[in-house]
């Protein structure tokens, strides 16, 4: 089964890029400065952040629908992040290195099964989710602080 797993899009984020410290915390918005390689999973680009790159840390809504599983969690996003990573039948290191939780949703936005398995075993997870007729894509987050990592769907 072939897959795309999608990072984030960063338009609704460029408006933040530069902004004061000040100015982030009335949007509800932290700047952090990676201080540890392999510490800061960012999303947009999906990939670790380096050391000394700076991101931004907010709360993100990746399930907008109408649904009681509607839900949003804090992202790390990285400052001046333009284009969202795609990765087509492959799973980008950053999630390879993690326990990911793998949610697959249906049509109507409802969770239809679940797992956490090791980010190195997850394209096996993601083509029997996939392989499934009622899943129509997937989400995975960061199982650990259980933060949204990225959206996945049949290529």
Known sequence: MSFVISGVDPTPFLSLYGLSDEELTRQA???????EPRSFPERVELRDA????????????????????QSSHAIFVREGATVAARFEAQVPA???????S??????????????????????????????????????????????????????
């Open 50 to 69: 380096e050391p000394g790159e700076s991101l931004l840390l907010l709360n993100y809504v990746h399930q907008p629908t109408n649904t009681p599983y």
């Open 102 to 155: 793998l949610r697959a949703f249906n049509t109507t936005h409802h969770i239809v099964t679940a797992d956490v398995v090791d980010g190195s075993a997850l394209e096996a997870s993601i083509a029997a989710f996939l392989a499934r007729d009622d899943v129509a894509y997937l989400h995975a987050h960061y199982a650990k602080y259980g933060c949204f990592a990225a959206t996945v769907h049949r290529a």
């Open 29 to 35: 918005v932290c700047r952090v400065v990676a201080n």
């Open 94 to 100: 950053v999630m390879q290195r993690r326990l990911i």
